[in-house]
């Protein structure tokens, strides 16, 4: 896409349907609900710490990055392949499932960032999370955050505890 035809569409409706078709693409979280507890203002600070303490490893755009820490990938965060609910085989440090986004908290609080593992306050995490549920395409319903609500977000239906899909994936 060229420069002038971008700043010929900034604005317009069009641009407009283009971006948010392109958050719909990106939308991975499962689909029962389309908002999720999370305030704007979570998602706010969340994007500060995130430009700040994860952005180097896994890139400001959350695409992730090969070889960011001791030789491992920092896996993207953002876009349809994040957050599966198996690790992935290279993977060493995270050996948990993720189902719901509290699974998500409760390894990234204890390891992340790799550097420098549980160096934010709870607060600093969730805000972290619900950055990345934003940029998932989820929409705040202005609910926190929470360690209660994140239990209730599934990250993928396929994830969704008890699934029968769960156990064809790890046959993969
Ligand atoms: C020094 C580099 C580095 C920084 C900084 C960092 N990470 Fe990571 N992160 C990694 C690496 C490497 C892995 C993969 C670990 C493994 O192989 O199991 C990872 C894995 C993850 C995962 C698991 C993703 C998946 O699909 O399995 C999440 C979630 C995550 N990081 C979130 C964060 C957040 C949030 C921050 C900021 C608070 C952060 N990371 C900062 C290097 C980093």
């Given amino acids: 896409m060229s420069g002038a035809f971008e700043e010929h569409h900034r604005g317009s409706t069009w641009w407009r349907c283009a971006r948010w078709l392109t958050a719909v693409g990106f939308f991975i ?5 389309v908002a ?26 959350g695409e992730g990055k090969d070889d960011s820490y001791r030789g491992l990938r920092a896996p993207e965060l953002i876009g349809g392949t994040a957050l599966p609910c198996r690790p992935r085989a290279l993977q060493k440090i995270r050996t948990s499932d993720f189902r719901t986004v509290k699974d998500v908290y409760e390894f990234v609080s204890a390891t992340m960032p790799a550097d420098q593992p549980a160096s934010l306050s709870a607060e600093e995490y969730w805000n972290v999370l619900a950055f990345i549920l934003q940029r998932n395409g989820t929409t705040a319903d202005n ?17 969704a505890p008890g699934s029968a899909a769960v156990a064809h994936e790890a046959q993969l």
């Fill in 36 to 61: 999720h507890s999370f305030t704007e203002t979570q998602a706010e600070s969340g994007a500060r710490i995130y430009q700040h303490q994860c952005g180097r490893c896994h890139k400001p755009n």
């Fill in 29 to 33: 979280f499962a689909a029962n609900g």
């Fill in 143 to 159: 609910k926190r955050l929470t360690a209660t609500t994140s239990r209730e977000i599934t990250l993928r239906s396929e994830c």
